[in-house]
């Protein structure tokens, strides 16, 4: 019983996280058509530039309040991420919007090796041990245990898409990148200036991405310049699941693929007489995405058919 | 320039003349090994021989991709099962030692029937669900590999498999050295000549079936798959077969690597592995045999030149090694792709149909 609920509360911590990039990864893919790659290494930038900050700041010798340092961090993460997901914009994606579909899918793949090498030779191939700033002090709720840090995850993540969705939903800037989303050509004829709405796509799911990207680290209390790739791999997965080009499938594609993670890999073991060990967790992500998209290929939400394909 | 353009051109009509070309392409192709192993060093040898494999791994990703239009991230997943049959049926893993012979068609046959189980139950994605969907299978059956060692140890988890027989053909040992004519031969070379035999047998099945009822027939499905379906192509059929022939080439290439290495570990068969491969025909130009070739040839090599130059040059240029070699060549790796794809967005070397194509395409996403 309290495992069980014990492996809710993981799948929810992680879920949330996944849920928070593939949110970066559905926006852009839902107006551009096209799979952002780098996205899960802006995701690693953002961890490793919060752990910089924080570290610097821990060196300069004055005792500063834990709570200025963590915002501090995280303000400079989201500012670089939105910079250079801007930038990779302007540079790789935008020069080949009308060229053949896999073109810009191959400078995805280039900026994603780029950006993790380059922080190879800027962070170093170790593991970054990152910061306490939340007690990890555990809560017992009904026999599970929940630490603070988890809570704000997901209070966190909660929050940040809840802004998202009134962003969308209720403001200007929202109604034209969902008109643009909905076809580019006419939303440019109606006065939306398309290349700003895409820019503005890329920083907003770059912002995110950074936010996550310090939650994640703080979660594992281990930041690495390869930590982008698998995550970001993951969250793609989830927009996938639930639907991509739709920001309440990605939501739900998130936290569906944490529970499944975490739920199967706890009962993995014991459903099969101790055959399969839990190091088959990630063959349970994939298998569900599998079924799911050959029984309904549009994702669980999914309205629009993938008939641009 | 022009009229040089012009002779060649010419020659090219003329038939004696063309032989002559076929034979001097066919002597530098044959001496080779030798100039690059007296220049350069037999490091090289192998580099070229591991370019070969990529040239038949890129063939067949092209068939599915390049020919067929189905966008499959997974490719390396036939590739680590024709390595693991390979390395299952000859080494002392299972007490097993076939000979060449029997296993190679059987690795093929065995990676074919995964292509079409893995083909399968896709046939109704289309685009990047399919992208994404095959990447899966590519990770399941990794990640299986990686497992596979209890209850029962048929794979031996990620230590992977070890002393692996060597190709054995007409009786000789291909790992071993050997002298006919008075000339030393060594394993590479002997790998050299039968890759280069299969990859050049490769390429001509590959022209042979672009211009088969079959072949038209995915280019079909490739540009309009509602319209070829109308004009009677059993399109089911059609993809499963373009799956299962993709399917084949990369189950020759992973037996071929697996006794060329001499052992064989899930390692080698990650995600990177099959966007490396992917990048390989893209780059070269998609749907285009000579171009997918090129590519394979030039990001084979080009990882293994950054390699061997990123210490040396920085040592002459700043007296010290600044940056770390390994990150500085995929960070330079990753920069060519970036370049090449913003300056020729349809390959290196592309189709003529296809650069015709792209040059009037207005809208297209």
Known sequence: ?????????????????????????????????????????????????????????????????????????????????????????????????????????????????????????????????????????????????????????????????????????????????????????VAGLMGVNINRIISATFVIGAAMGAVAGVLVAANYSIAHYSMGFTLGLKAFTAAVLGGIGNLGGAMLGGLLLGLIESIGAGYVGDLTGGFLGSHYQDVFAFLVLVLVLVLRPTGLLGERVAERA | MKTWVASLVGLRRDRRALWVGYALVAFVLAVLPFAIDNSIGRTWVRVLDFALLYALLALGLNIVVGFAGLLDLGYVAFYAVGAYTWALLASPQLGLHLPFWVILPLGAGVAALFGVLLGAPTLRLRGDYLAIVTLGFGEIIRIFLNNLDHPVNITNGPIGINRIDPIQIAGIDLTRNHEFFGIAFSGAHFHYYVFLMLALASMFVCIRLEDSRIGRAWIAIREDEVAAQSMGINTRNVKLLAFAMGATFGGIAGGLFSSFQGFVSPESFILLESIMVLCMVVLGGMGHVSGVVLGALLLATLPEVLRHTASPVQQQLFGKVILDPESLRMLLFGLALILVMLLRPSGLWPSPTRRREFADTKEQR
């Open chain 1, 1 to 185: 019983m309290d495992i069980f609920l014990q492996q809710v509360l993981n799948g929810l911590v992680l879920g949330s996280v996944y849920a928070l990039v593939a949110l970066g990864y559905t926006m852009v893919y839902g107006i551009l058509g096209l799979i952002n790659f780098a996205h899960g290494e802006v995701v690693m930038i953002g961890a490793m530039v919060a752990l910089t900050v924080m570290n610097a700041m821990a060196g300069m010798g004055t005792a500063l309040p834990p709570q200025i340092v963590l915002a501090a961090a995280v303000v400079t993460a989201i500012g670089v991420c939105m910079a250079l997901s801007f930038s990779i914009e302007r540079v790789a994606y935008r020069p080949l919007r009308r060229a053949p579909r896999l073109a810009p899918l191959i400078t995805a793949i280039g900026v994603s090796i780029l950006l993790q090498n380059l922080a190879m030779l800027i962070w170093g191939r170790q593991y970054h041990t990152f910061p306490r700033i939340v007690s990890a002090t555990p809560h017992n709720i009904g026999g599970a245990s929940i630490t603070d840090l988890q809570i704000i995850i997901i209070a966190v993540c909660a929050a940040i898409m809840t802004g998202l969705l009134l962003l969308v939903h209720y403001t200007r800037l929202g109604r034209a990148m969902r008109a643009t989303a909905e076809n580019p050509t």
